[in-house]
């Protein structure tokens, strides 16, 4: 059984049609990436998978394990295992990082002893250069942009999904935070019961995280899927190849 599938799924947003029949099968110890261009559904994907209220699925499952994902609430799909690293993370101005980091782990009904706690936060501290000050500061507040980055991945080694959809966790990285992110991102990747889907612009965070599979998400569906070739061949001649005809000429 694979671990996160998607068939045919159909997305409104404020009644436009954003996804357009769109699939996607994850097999535990797999990591996807999924790249496209602007505007082409890759948010709307993450933040459908994750449960955000805002998006309307008119069509088609997604499935967890064989368990009907839709049917549960974003908090339900969170104690399930799915996990989402925003890209544009927002600022929790009030609770510090410390106390997100506990509570989401509480919600999972996966509490730890704050000794254990603290001595897992702190090996992360270091693998993901993170300062020590960061846990008494506000969730995002203030933060840099790298900063924001290297929290989510903070609590994808603390929180440990099932499925991790990191939308743009590379973006606005220079090249040491881009490894250390990166890093992070395999470390999860080498529990093989999880799975990955990351979401990217750019094939250098594919230079150091290796993906099984390669898609390419334009006008609301996978156009394309492969492997590296596809990556290659992105580099190469942009998107253009990929759009089907009669879409391209329209924009
Ligand atoms: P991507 O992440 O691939 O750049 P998005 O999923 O963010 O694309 O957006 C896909 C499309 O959905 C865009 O045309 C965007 O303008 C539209 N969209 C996203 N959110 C909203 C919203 N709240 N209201 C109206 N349109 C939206
Ligand atoms: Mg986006």
Same mark, same amino acid.
């Given at each position: 059984?694979?671990?996160?599938?998607?068939?045919?799924?159909?997305?409104?947003?404020?009644?436009?049609?954003?996804?357009?029949?769109?699939?996607?099968?994850?097999?535990?110890?797999? @990591?996807?990436?999924?790249?496209?261009?602007?505007?082409?559904?890759?948010?709307? +994907? $993450?933040?459908? @998978?994750?449960?955000?209220?805002?998006?309307?699925?008119?069509?088609?499952?997604?499935?967890?394990?064989?368990?009907?994902?839709?049917?549960?609430?974003?908090?339900?799909?969170?104690?399930? #295992? @799915?996990?989402?690293?925003?890209?544009?993370?927002?600022?929790?101005? #009030?609770?510090?990082?410390?106390?997100?980091?506990?509570?989401? +782990?509480?919600?999972?009904?996966?509490?730890?002893?704050?000794?254990?706690?603290?001595?897992?936060?702190?090996?992360?501290?270091?693998?993901?250069?993170?300062?020590?000050?960061?846990?008494?500061?506000?969730?995002?507040?203030?933060?840099?942009?790298?900063?924001?980055?290297?929290?989510?991945?903070?609590?994808?080694?603390?929180?440990?999904?099932?499925?991790?959809? +990191?939308?743009?966790?590379?973006?606005? +990285?220079?090249?040491?935070?881009?490894?250390?992110?990166? $890093?992070?991102?395999?470390?999860?990747?080498?529990?093989?019961?999880?799975?990955?889907?990351?979401?990217?612009?750019?094939?250098?965070?594919?230079?150091?995280?290796?993906?099984?599979?390669?898609?390419?998400?334009?006008?609301?569906?996978?156009?394309?899927?492969? #492997?590296?070739?596809?990556?290659?061949?992105?580099?190469?001649?942009?998107?253009?190849?990929?759009?089907?005809?009669?879409?391209?000429?329209?924009?």
């Amino acid at each position: 059984m694979p671990l996160l599938e998607i068939k045919d799924l159909c997305v409104n947003i404020e009644g436009k049609e954003i996804l357009k029949g769109l699939d996607l099968c994850v097999d535990a110890g797999q @990591i996807h990436a999924i790249m496209g261009p602007n505007g082409s559904g890759k948010s709307t +994907l $993450a933040f459908v @998978i994750a449960g955000h209220p805002k998006y309307q699925v008119t069509k088609g499952s997604i499935t967890l394990d064989g368990q009907d994902v839709l049917a549960m609430h974003a908090s339900k799909r969170a104690r399930a #295992g @799915i996990f989402l690293a925003f890209q544009y993370p927002t600022a929790i101005p #009030g609770v510090t990082v410390a106390n997100f980091l506990r509570h989401a +782990l509480k919600a999972q009904g996966r509490e730890v002893e704050l000794k254990d706690f603290r001595k897992r936060v702190k090996e992360q501290l270091q693998s993901l250069k993170i300062e020590e000050s960061f846990m008494s500061r506000y969730v995002n507040d203030g933060f840099s942009g790298g900063e924001k980055k290297r929290l989510e991945i903070l609590q994808l080694a603390i929180l440990r999904p099932k499925i991790a959809v +990191l939308d743009e966790t590379d973006s606005g +990285l220079d090249i040491d935070a881009l490894k250390i992110v990166a $890093a992070g991102i395999n470390a999860f990747a080498q529990d093989k019961s999880t799975g990955t889907i990351l979401i990217t612009h750019y094939q250098r965070l594919l230079d150091f995280v290796k993906p099984q599979a390669v898609h390419i998400l334009a006008y609301g569906s996978m156009v394309a899927s492969g #492997g590296w070739e596809i990556v290659e061949r992105l580099e190469k001649d942009g998107y253009e190849p990929f759009l089907p005809k009669q879409e391209a000429t329209k924009s």
